[in-house]
């Protein structure tokens, strides 16, 4: 028994190590190309910086220096539970002075219809844009890790659209992490 415990416990101390590390990651890949529809909604429109009405765009036609993708399930109770955390996560990114950085976040419904997206919107007061991806096809795409997950992108002038923080599961401080996207959108 005292052999086994040997074994194990090393074992088990590394899968902590890694799962921690796991948290947010940088990262220096490319976003892969997708599209989403254009929201019908002219207040998300607005937000986005998107002059048509309808058709479809990519997330390097927002108007921004750095996106966040946030991954999520109208069945995920972390989602759930976190949604009022994301939602001033939002309220914080419309705050920051006009010398930083613009930044302006998303979400993708993993395996949610339009009905499920606009009642997870109504449900948890979102007030920023929701798109589904029923099939999933944007979350394998993106390589997502579970729900929810967050994808920081940055956008500003450095040619392709590129990944530069991962991270699954939630967070404890909007202050925080905010701090660590734009950090790492700098480098």
Do not use: W
């Amino acid at each position: 028994m005292r052999k086994l415990s040997f074994i194990i416990l090393p074992i088990l101390v590394g899968l902590y190590g890694l799962t921690a590390a796991a948290a947010a990651q940088r990262t220096a890949e490319l976003l892969p190309a997708f599209v989403l529809e254009v929201p019908a909604e002219k207040k998300h429109r607005s937000y986005l910086g998107l002059e048509v009405e309808s058709g479809s765009f990519s997330v390097a036609d927002i108007d921004a220096e750095i996106v966040l993708i946030e991954l999520f399930s109208m069945y995920c109770p972390y989602c759930q539970k976190e949604a009022p955390l994301i939602n001033e996560l939002f309220e914080a990114m419309n705050e920051l002075p006009e010398d930083a950085p613009r930044v302006k976040i998303i979400g993708i419904g993993a395996s949610n219809s339009e009905f499920e997206v606009d009642h997870f919107r109504s449900t948890y007061n979102v007030q920023f844009p929701l798109f589904p991806d029923q099939d999933m096809a944007i979350y394998k795409a993106l390589s997502g890790a579970g729900t929810p997950g967050f994808i920081g992108v940055r956008l500003s002038g450095r040619g392709d659209p590129v990944i530069v923080l991962r991270q699954s599961g939630g967070f404890y401080s909007k202050k925080d992490f905010l701090a660590e996207l734009l950090e790492f959108a700098q480098q």
